[in-house]
C-alpha cells in the first residue's frame, strides 16, 4: 500500500478482485467528512498487544498473523517498525530453503510458500491418495467447489490422523526455524503468533514453537514469551485500528 496517499496498491492473497490502485482513503473521507488513516492490519495488532494487551509494558514485540498469507507487525525500541514500502510481508518472504519451491514473489524457498494455509492445503493433497478421498470432497484440489477445509484438516490431526499431522508438523517446523532467524535478528521480549492458521491448530502452534526454541541462542536468560493468539486474538486489528487513531494524535513518534 501507498500509506502516505492512502492508496492500496495491489493487496497479496486477497480474495476479492478489484482492488487494485484504490484511493481508499480519499473514498472514505469523502463520504464520511472523517479524517482517514491507512494502515496495514498486522502494525495494528501489534500496537494493540503492545500498548494494551499481552506485549503490555514491553519495549520489543513481533506479532505475526497467520493465514492464507503471513503478516508481521514488530514494535522495537517502544517504536512502529516500518519497511521502506509499508509491506507487511517481511517474514513471509525469508528464505528457509535456497533450493526451495518457487514463490510467487519470485524467490525460492519462502517461508509463506510453505507454512500458509493454501501452502498447507498443497501439501496435504499431495500426500492423499485418490482412494481416501471422502464421498463428495475433493482433497487433491484445495480450489474446488467443495473442497476439503483447513479446519477438517486440524480435526484429522486432533484425531491423530497420520498423514494430517505430518503435514502440519512440517509446515509448523519451517515456520520455526525462519521465526528463529527472525528473533535473532529483532531480539524481542514477546513473539505473538496468531491468525487462523495458529488458532484453529494448537499442534501447530506446539511445534513452532517447539522448532523455533530449539535454536535458542538469542535467549539465553530464557526471558523471550511466546503467545498463541495474544489477549485479543481474532480482534486483535480492530483493537489496533483504534489504536493507531490514538497513537497518530497523542504519540505520533511511536508510529514510524
Not at 241 to 250: F, Q, T
Request: glycine share 10%.
Amino acid at each position: 500500500m501507498d500509506r502516505n496517499n492512502g492508496i492500496i496498491l495491489n493487496p497479496e492473497n486477497f480474495e476479492a478482485r478489484g482492488w487494485e490502485n484504490i484511493p481508499l482513503k480519499a473514498i472514505v473521507e469523502e463520504r464520511t467528512g472523517l479524517p482517514v488513516i491507512i494502515d496495514n492490519g498486522a502494525n495494528g495488532a501489534v500496537l494493540a498487544e503492545t500498548r494494551y494487551g499481552s506485549g503490555r509494558g514491553m519495549k520489543s514485540v513481533i506479532y505475526l498473523n497467520c493465514g492464507v498469507g503471513i503478516r508481521t507487525g514488530v514494535i522495537s525500541s517502544g517504536t512502529l517498525v516500518r519497511t521502506s514500502n509499508d509491506a507487511d510481508d517481511t517474514f513471509a518472504h525469508m528464505v528457509i530453503d535456497v533450493n526451495g519451491k518457487p514463490c510467487h514473489c519470485g524467490n525460492q524457498g519462502c517461508v509463506e510458500r510453505y507454512s500458509s494455509i493454501y501452502a498447507i492445503m498443497e501439501a496435504f493433497a499431495e500426500e492423499m491418495p485418490p482412494e481416501e478421498m471422502p464421498q463428495g470432497r475433493d482433497r487433491r484440489n484445495p480450489k474446488a467447489d467443495r473442497p476439503f477445509s483447513y479446519l477438517e484438516l486440524c480435526r484429522e490431526a486432533e484425531e491423530n490422523d497420520t498423514t494430517a499431522r505430518q503435514v502440519l508438523e512440517d509446515a509448523a517446523v519451517r515456520m520455526g526455524t525462519g521465526l528463529a532467524n527472525f528473533i535473532q535478528l529483532l531480539n524481542p521480549g514477546l513473539v505473538v503468533l496468531s491468525g487462523p492458521l495458529i488458532l484453529h491448530s494448537q499442534f501447530f502452534y506446539e511445534v513452532c514453537v517447539e522448532a523455533a526454541k530449539r535454536r535458542r541462542p538469542w535467549d539465553k536468560g530464557g526471558h523471550l514469551v511466546f503467545s498463541r493468539g495474544g489477549a485479543f486474538e481474532e480482534n486483535a486489528i480492530s483493537i489496533g485500528a483504534a489504536a493507531l487513531v490514538v497513537e497518530h494524535y497523542l504519540e505520533p513518534e511511536a508510529l514510524g
